[in-house]
């Protein structure tokens, strides 16, 4: 296993693949970037990181819940911290003349194939930094509860205001009764 990232449950619930670089809540990458080297190995089996309760990419109600990093990989390959990771698509000339004909047969050929998919590669690879891919988590649980409060706030505006009519009901019946 390399250092990594998992998805996100509510994310993915929510419809979308959002990274979250916490493996065993962060614990793994505080006690890594503690390292004096940004590149290292070392075997799960019987190290304490091995032992820790396998979370990588467990969701609920998966059969991995309940085994340890050393049942599911034999090694960890530690590469540098996440925000100095990059992720690239492409390579430079993809849409060569000679490339552009391949391209154009494997579109013929594979169905559901698209080049147009891939239109924005014409300008070159596309490289996103670590701290863009891994760290994008945070600005979505942000939104999801600045949602919540909204919603709250809302709730109980409407709360008011039917308490309010319930007083003046009550009132309005309390007189004339009398």
């Known amino acids: 296993m390399i250092n990594n990232v998992k998805l996100d449950f509510l994310s993915l619930a929510l419809g979308k693949e959002i990274a979250r670089p916490d ?3 962060g614990e793994w990458n505080v006690a890594f970037e503690q390292m004096p080297t940004d590149a290292f190995a070392f075997d799960l089996k019987d ?10 990419f467990a969701l609920p109600w ?21 925000i100095d990771h990059r992720s ?9 003349p000679e490339n552009r004909a391949k391209l154009e047969e494997r579109e013929r050929l594979l169905p559901g194939y698209w080049l147009g998919a891939w239109e ?11 701290k863009d891919i891994y760290f994008e988590y ?11 409060c909204l919603a709250a706030l809302l709730l109980g505006c409407l709360m008011s205001v039917v308490n309010g ?4 009901h009550h009132a309005s019946k309390r007189d004339a009764a009398r």
């Open 88 to 96: 690239s698509v492409g390579f430079n000339h993809l849409f060569d």
């Open 62 to 82: 998966a059969m991995e819940n309940g085994l340890q990093y050393q049942d599911m990989f034999n090694g960890f390959i530690y590469y540098k911290a996440l």
């Open 47 to 56: 190290s304490p990181f091995g032992k820790d309760n396998f979370d990588y």
């Open 120 to 130: 924005f590669l014409k300008e070159g690879p596309q490289v996103t930094e670590g």
């Open 138 to 148: 945070n600005k979505s649980i942000n939104i999801i509860f600045l949602w919540i």
């Open 23 to 25: 493996l065993r809540h």
């Open 165 to 168: 009519l319930n007083h003046v």
